[in-house]
């Protein structure tokens, strides 16, 4: 018998700015503090205030703050876990503008957690989430927006998201209703792998492509998260600009090999040569959905 015991190892950093035409910065993150990352979870989040309703940034940082406290609750049920936390997250928005009497508050999440080998992810509105792998990046989010709608119905084409005069009309956030149904997305990570969130203050001026060459590009993980967020200002964004970049240096998971064959160890392990699955719902290898 063979007892196997590998603790997650991730790098990690998030970077925030007002940006070009903002007054004010209503974007929120969450990181572990003080750079600590548990040896058994790792969990981290963007939201993003909407401008259009009162007290955006005080919306995010709600949503943040109530979405850690439930996840943290139970960190070895990820997935049920993050679901909770967006529900309760939307509750204690909409319940603070009843309370504050000034109509609605609303803001988008998109928070990971990683457990074992799997990424979990749990999504409402129009931030983004990218696994980089070998260079490439891939979205793993659907945009909750009008623009999204249309292009996931094929009335419009992908290339048009970023130009598009209603590209960030919201269909979905948190706080506006007492319900919501955020999405939730399950991804197996491979040592070595990179993730992006971000708000769309930063995706609309950077092209899915370009996350994966600027990734490839930058070892340190913490410029990286800078150069995402100057570009996306140098190149005139039009909101707030927010990103957390991670780096995966090791996966967390124990295993006894006792009564396995070599082939069985080997997909036991994340080692076998057979192609995972394509989610019907992203098209994107090991990636599913529940949109």
Not at 105 to 124: E, F, P
Not at 209 to 214: A, K, N, S, T
């Amino acid at each position: 018998m063979i007892f196997l015991k590998h603790p997650l190892h991730i790098e990690y950093a998030g970077h925030s700015e007002i940006g070009p035409v903002r007054d004010d910065n209503q974007d929120s993150i969450c990181l572990p503090e003080d750079g600590r990352q548990q040896p058994a979870y790792f969990l981290c989040a963007v939201a993003d205030g909407m401008g259009g309703y009162a007290q955006g940034k005080q919306a995010s940082i709600l949503a943040v703050e109530k979405l850690s406290e439930m996840f943290l609750a139970d960190p070895h049920h990820p997935a049920k876990s993050l679901q909770r936390g967006v529900e309760s997250a939307n509750l204690v928005v909409y319940q603070t503008a009843q309370k504050l009497g000034v109509g609605r508050m609303g803001t988008t999440m998109t928070a990971l957690a990683v457990m074992g080998s799997k990424a979990h992810i749990v999504h409402v509105g129009d931030s983004r989430a990218y696994l980089i792998r070998a260079g490439k990046a891939i979205c793993l989010t659907n945009d909750h927006t009008t623009v999204g709608d249309l292009v996931r119905m094929r009335i419009l084409s992908s290339d048009r998201i970023r130009s598009h005069a209603q590209r960030s009309i919201l269909t979905r956030a948190v706080g506006l209703g007492l319900f919501i149904q955020p999405d939730l997305i399950e991804v197996k990570l491979d040592p070595g792998d990179r993730l992006v969130l971000c708000s769309d203050g930063v995706w609309s001026v950077i092209q899915d492509d370009e996350f994966g060459i600027l990734a490839e590009q930058t070892g340190d993980i913490n410029l990286l998260s800078q150069i995402l967020v100057n570009l996306a200002i140098t190149r005139q964004n039009d909101d707030n600009a927010s990103v957390i970049s991670i780096h995966v240096h090791n996966l967390s998971y124990e295993s006894s090999t006792s009564g396995f064959s070599s082939n069985r160890l080997a997909s036991f392990l994340g080692l076998s040569n057979k192609k995972p699955e394509s989610s019907p719902s992203s098209g994107h290898p090991g990636v599913s959905g529940d949109n």
